[in-house]
């Protein structure tokens, strides 16, 4: 069994920047994609940003193409999630997933979740 644990939520000002880190513990297999995902209230949970084991592969939702950054750290297990020129429309809670299939932007496909952490943005 796989833990995830986000963090680097908080209130940040509309312009600003934030940095989310997610590690994986427990049962952690080379070869698995991870991904973020959020969810803001009254909406569905929606795809942000995948990166494939080795880096060489990431997707990223069309509202955040430009302004958010992810990336891995596979001798820490952990992968980051850099957002920055955040808007209003970021508010959310962000999860981060382990996929030990391919990666992709589909939440089915991801086999391990986190708790979420809280991310405000105030205009």
């Known amino acids: 069994q796989v833990q995830l644990v986000e963090s680097g939520g908080g209130l940040v000002q509309a312009g600003g920047s934030l940095r989310l880190s997610c590690a994986a513990s427990g049962r952690t297999f080379s070869s698995y994609a991870m991904g973020w995902f959020r969810q803001a209230p009254g909406r569905v949970r929606e795809f942000v940003a995948a990166i494939s084991w080795s880096g060489g592969i990431t997707y990223f939702a069309d509202s955040v193409k430009g302004r958010f950054t992810i990336s891995r750290d596979n001798v820490k297990n952990t992968v980051y999630l850099q957002m920055n020129s955040l808007k209003t429309e970021d508010t959310a809670v962000y999860y981060c997933?382990?996929?030990?299939?391919?990666?992709?932007?589909?939440?089915?496909?991801?086999?391990?979740w986190g708790q979420g952490t809280q991310v405000t943005v105030s205009s």
């Open positions: 997933a382990v996929d030990y299939g391919r990666v992709g932007v589909d939440q089915k496909q991801y086999d391990y």
